[in-house]
């Protein structure tokens, strides 16, 4: 399962690569061929913003699935656990965006969060356990 989720994650982070690359050539044609300074605020800020409507609108608006998970068969869902519905419900904007920050965490931290998944039976991260989430097929 967690080779599962790091292909599914490899496969998100080269979509993403694409959006950005897009996202920066459109920039360039805007500044009229100039270069977008190095180091500049904005421009990370820019990357780190389309990343989070990038992940949370798969996760809240494309059924937990981004296209990773799809490709392998595995999704975001509320656990169900800690609901009492039958049918999973979607994914709150609130926690998808406090679970973007602590997986962004996790991988600044060299996968903390994914080690805390091999101590656990329920195989799940600490992300998914703060936020009340769970990744399955």
């Known amino acids: 399962m967690m080779l599962k ?6 496969y998100d ?3 993403l690569i694409c959006v950005w690359l897009i996202v920066s050539t459109v920039l360039v044609i ?18 780190l913003a389309i990343a989070q ?6 996760w809240c608006f494309g059924r937990g699935q981004t296209v990773g998970l799809k490709a392998w068969g595995l999704r975001l869902a509320v656990d169900s656990s800690t609901q009492h519905s039958v049918f999973p419900p979607t994914i709150p904007l ?5 679970y973007f920050w602590l997986g962004a ?20 991260s600490w992300a998914e356990r703060i936020c009340g989430l769970k990744v399955g097929v």
Do not use: D, E, H
């Open 5 to 10: 989720r790091f292909f599914a994650l490899c």
């Open 105 to 124: 965490l996790s991988l600044v931290l060299m996968g903390a969060g994914w080690c805390f998944m091999r101590g656990n039976t329920q195989q799940r």
């Open 30 to 47: 805007f500044l009229k061929g100039n270069a977008i300074p190095p180091n500049s605020l904005w421009y990370q800020c820019l990357l």
């Open 94 to 98: 609130k926690k998808a965006f406090i």
């Open 13 to 15: 982070l080269f979509l």
């Open 53 to 58: 409507v990038f992940f949370i609108g798969f």
